[in-house]
């Protein structure tokens, strides 16, 4: 059971991050009238143009595996083959 809590207190921040929803994502995700959905569908045409999809994807790219600070595992094992 112990590692399970550290498991959670090492991974609990990155989650946290990962978890958070941008202000205004849902209402845009989910529009309620007529408007809102033509809002809704023509900027996801706009999005999906190739052009635009490489540049949001350069924008919005992270490094997200390299904000964990992981402990090398396979070192472990190495000194303690148990």
Not at 23 to 39: E, H, M, V
Not at 52 to 61: I, P
């Amino acid at each position: 059971m112990q590692a399970f809590a550290r498991y959670e207190q090492r991974m609990r921040p990155y989650v946290a991050r990962a978890q958070k929803i941008p202000p205004g994502a849902l209402s845009l995700a989910q529009p309620q009238n007529r408007a809102g959905i033509a809002i809704s569908r023509a900027l996801l045409g706009f999005a999906a143009r190739p052009a635009v999809r490489r540049l949001l994807g350069r924008l919005t790219a992270t490094k997200s595996a390299d904000t964990i600070d992981l402990p090398d595992y396979e070192a472990a094992l190495l000194l303690d083959p148990a």
